[in-house]
Every structure is written in structure tokens, then in C-alpha cells.
């Protein structure tokens, strides 16, 4: 069975951080590119980032750009998240990438996606 967890929303204040993590379950993480995506109700999924393979390329929408980090670490991607706003409030979902589109976060590019992690902005 191939299966992606997410792990480590919750609730924070405006200003804080967060550091959520991508594992798998029935395949090699490391072979694959890996992308982190968010929704809230009512709106499409918005590509967030994406890490190569090799982990020597990233991505980030421009929204999140100098705030957000993506990282792989031992079969394990992980999305650090700093200076949060309100506006950042979603359920993030991380995917694998089996094609490469015209675009990075494409989520038709992608076939297998986790069950998301909330994250809450709100003071």
C-alpha cells in the first residue's frame, strides 16, 4: 500500500512558526520529487512548494516565498514555516510528483496525496 502522513499542525499566533513532516508508507520517498500543497473551504488547492529528488532544487509559490523552508531529511520531507499569518491558515496536504508539467505544483502532476494536516493562524 502506498500511503503519505502528514504530521505537525495545530493552532499558533500570527508570527509563529510551525514545522510540519511528510512520511511514506510503500515506496522510496527519495525517488521522488515532493510537493506541499494547502486548501481552505471554497477555493481550489494552492500549490505551496517543491523539493526535487535529489533535494537540490526547491520551489515556493511566491506567497510564502523567504518564509517557508522545504527539506528532506531521513525518508521524511518537511515544511519549516516561519512568520505565519492568518492567511496561511489551510489544511496542508504533501504529494508525490510523477511527472514533470510546465509548471512545479501542477496537482495533476501528482498521484498520491496524504489526508492533510490543519494548520490554524489566529490570535
Known amino acids: 500500500q502506498v500511503q503519505l502522513v502528514e504530521s505537525g499542525g495545530g493552532l499558533v499566533q500570527p508570527g509563529g512558526s510551525l514545522r510540519l513532516s511528510c512520511a511514506a508508507s510503500?515506496?522510496?520517498?527519495?525517488?521522488?520529487?515532493i510537493g506541499w500543497f494547502r486548501q481552505v473551504p471554497g477555493k481550489e488547492r494552492e500549490g505551496v512548494s517543491m523539493?526535487?529528488?535529489?533535494?537540490?532544487n526547491t520551489y515556493y509559490a511566491n506567497s510564502v516565498k523567504g518564509r517557508f523552508t522545504i527539506s528532506r531529511g531521513e525518508n521524511a520531507v518537511y515544511l519549516q514555516m516561519n512568520s505565519l499569518r492568518p492567511e496561511d491558515t489551510a489544511v496542508y496536504y504533501c504529494?508525490?510528483?510523477?511527472?514533470?508539467?510546465?509548471?512545479?505544483?501542477?496537482?495533476?502532476?501528482?498521484?498520491?496525496w496524504g489526508q492533510g494536516t490543519q494548520v490554524t493562524v489566529s490570535s
Open positions: 523539493i526535487s529528488s535529489s533535494g537540490g
Open positions: 504529494a508525490r510528483r510523477i511527472r514533470a508539467g510546465l509548471s512545479p505544483l501542477i496537482p495533476r502532476d501528482y498521484d498520491y
Open positions: 510503500g515506496f522510496t520517498l527519495g525517488y521522488y520529487a
